[in-house]
T-cell receptor
């Protein structure tokens, strides 16, 4: 599986936008970019995924670089409930057999 | 609640004992996955099923571990002769084989081997 690189931790203030970066320089043409987040004492939760074009849903936006070697998860207005570990994962297909998690980015949201 | 259900939420066992965890996936999801997560790490894949067939197993799944999904609905994960290194959160996830959406994870079973 192609690897992703994320910062270990980031901080944000409540009600401000948050941009969580992910580098995936060895991404292949068939790799989808997935984002999951994990709140304390919970299992991971699906956030968003994309292939080439930017994507928006009710939780977040995903901005994908033109060369696809990096992407950014955007939380438009952070809330305290967004404090979690965010994982950027590459998967060969939307119905892939498994997800390979890294260590993710611990997001702290300050009131 | 139609999410993924895992039982028990917590299990404390003595080293050498056998333990079994249960996962009830979302009813229309035919794929079911088991992951293990230790403190400060991301989840690690263990195995997955499509319906009742076990299609992939990680090298992490030693011969002390066995998983079943006998009727293609709920699944069990058994660990025999537990060791302290087995202490972890065991997560179950499910999804449809073809889906525009991601995996749905349960809240996990926290195993502590003393």
């Amino acid at each position: 599986d192609a690897k992703t690189t994320q910062p270990n931790s980031m901080e944000s203030n409540e009600e401000e936008p948050v941009h969580l970066p992910c580098n995936h320089s060895t991404i292949s043409g068939t790799d989808y970019i997935h984002w999951y987040r994990q709140l304390p004492s919970q299992g991971p939760e699906y956030v968003i995924h994309g292939l080439t074009s930017n994507v928006n849903n009710r939780m977040a936006s995903l901005a994908i670089a033109e060369d696809r070697k990096s992407s950014t998860l955007i939380l438009h207005r952070a809330t305290l409930r967004d404090a979690a570990v965010y994982y950027c994962i590459l998967s060969k297909e939307t119905s892939g057999s498994r997800l390979t998690f890294g260590e993710g980015t611990q997001l702290t949201v300050n009131p | 609640d139609t999410g993924v259900s895992q039982n028990p939420r917590h299990k404390i066992t003595k080293r050498g004992q056998n333990v079994t965890f249960r996962c009830d996936p979302i009813s229309e999801h035919n794929r079911l996955y088991w992951y293990r997560q230790t403190l400060g790490q991301g989840p690690e894949f263990l195995t997955y099923f499509q319906n009742e067939a076990q299609l992939e197993k990680s090298r992490l799944l030693s011969d002390r571990f066995s998983a079943e999904r006998p009727k293609g609905s709920f699944s069990t994960l058994e660990i025999q002769r537990t060791e302290q290194g087995d202490s972890a959160m065991y997560l179950c996830a499910s999804r449809k084989a073809v889906s525009l959406y991601g995996y749905t994870f349960g809240s996990g079973t926290r195993l502590t081997v003393v």
